[in-house]
């Protein structure tokens, strides 16, 4: 008796939903069912009405950049365009030069960038900088091309500070992500093992596409270059990179004028792991060759030297320039990389028992031409 009372209960929930125990009212077939009112809410917060009006001034400023690697046919040897990788981009200046990373179109045959509008383009290749992974490339917009993103100061920014990053991660167009600074002045590798240096951390979440798309500060100027995430399992995770934009304020002109990075040297040979060796703990950076003709040697630095014995005898110690320590070759170099070749600097150098002041103007070597 109680089955069967339990299967009849059990029907009627299969027929009629979990319904009361008592009948439902018959409702008229010719009444209206009305959906309920929507409520009304306040105005936005000035916090949302300012990330509105920002990601609507930038983002028609922000492309997709797709890529096609041509491959050979291992049995015919037709050449075929194999689909490589996207990324993100935004537009630099008002002749259609185009600012992504140096990862998103690095091995590619042929670049296709595709504005908000969904206009398409291919797209020339300027030049680049593996070093800072940035590269630039050229669209030809007959009319109406986006303007370009307002370019801010990364020095301004401050821990704590609100950004939007804007991209196409999984070829999402325009994804908005919102965040704050959360640190400043790290050091990331790039592709070729070198560091890139005071590159900003944020929470905002970058994903596969992103790379390339600006990082905004909250009045719509761009800070930085999104980059890459650090994620041990391959998802985000909660922490970004941005190549900051007094980097590429500093870089992409060059790379305009010149197709290629023009880094100003001094024209020396030095390794950290022997100059922690030589100086047993102290910082600097040993000299250990001078190229001949270089602005170093005609301001007369002494490279170190092998004796008879076979023992090494130190030359002059690099201990800082400007004033600004260099506690290692990499850093050397990155301060280097905030002059411009041709500017006069001068290094604090340990020659034995004596520190002097010498002054030097930099040549500029460039990188290996990217094409």
């Known amino acids: 008796m109680a089955n069967r009372r339990y299967l009849a209960v059990l029907a009627a929930v299969c027929v009629g939903g979990f319904a009361s125990a008592q009948q439902r009212p018959v409702v008229s077939r010719d009444a209206a069912v009305q959906p309920r009112a929507v409520a009304e809410r306040g105005p936005l917060s000035a916090d949302e009405r300012n990330t509105i009006s920002v990601f609507e001034s930038v983002s028609p400023s922000v492309v997709y950049i797709t890529t096609v690697q041509y491959v050979r046919d291992f049995f015919n040897r037709n050449v075929m365009r194999v689909p490589q990788g996207t990324g993100s981009g935004f ?116 994903n596969p596409g992103n790379s390339g798309g600006p990082l905004i500060d909250s009045a719509g100027r761009l800070v930085g270059i999104n980059t890459m995430i650090y994620s041990p399992s391959g998802a985000y995770a909660g922490v970004g990179f941005a190549v900051p934009v007094d980097t590429i304020n500093r870089v992409v002109p ?80 990155n301060l280097l990389d905030a002059r411009e070749f041709g500017d006069r600097v001068t290094l604090t150098v340990r020659r034995g028992e004596q520190r002097v002041e010498v002054p030097v103007t930099l040549g500029g070597a460039g990188e290996t031409p990217v094409r």
């Not at 950076?285 to 005609?298: H, K, M, W």
């Not at 076979?310 to 800082?320: H, K, M, P, T, W």
């Open 91 to 206: 537009i630099w200046d008002d002749q259609g030069r185009v600012v992504t990373n140096y990862h998103v179109i690095s091995g590619a045959g042929e670049a296709m960038v595709r504005l908000g509008d969904q206009r398409s383009y291919k797209a020339r290749l300027v030049g680049a900088s593996p070093d800072h992974d940035l590269a630039v490339l050229q669209i030809d917009v007959p009319t109406d091309l986006p303007p370009p993103i307002p370019v801010g100061s990364s020095t301004e920014l401050r821990v704590g500070q609100s950004v939007l990053a804007i991209g196409n991660p999984f070829g999402l167009d325009h994804t908005l992500t919102t965040g704050i600074v959360s640190a400043l002045n790290r050091e990331v590798e790039n592709e070729g093992g070198g560091v890139i240096d005071n590159v900003i951390q944020t929470d905002a979440a970058i």
């Open 254 to 333: 060059r790379i305009i004028a010149y197709g290629q990075y023009i880094r100003p040297t001094l024209g020396i040979e030095a390794r950290d792991d022997v100059s922690r060796q030589l100086l047993d703990g102290s910082e600097g950076v040993v000299i250990l060759r001078v190229a001949s003709g270089s602005p170093a040697a005609r301001a007369g630095l002494r490279a170190a030297e092998q004796t008879a014995a076979g023992r090494v005898r130190l030359g002059d110690v690099i201990e800082a320039i400007d004033g600004q320590p260099t506690e290692s070759m990499a850093t050397l170099v």
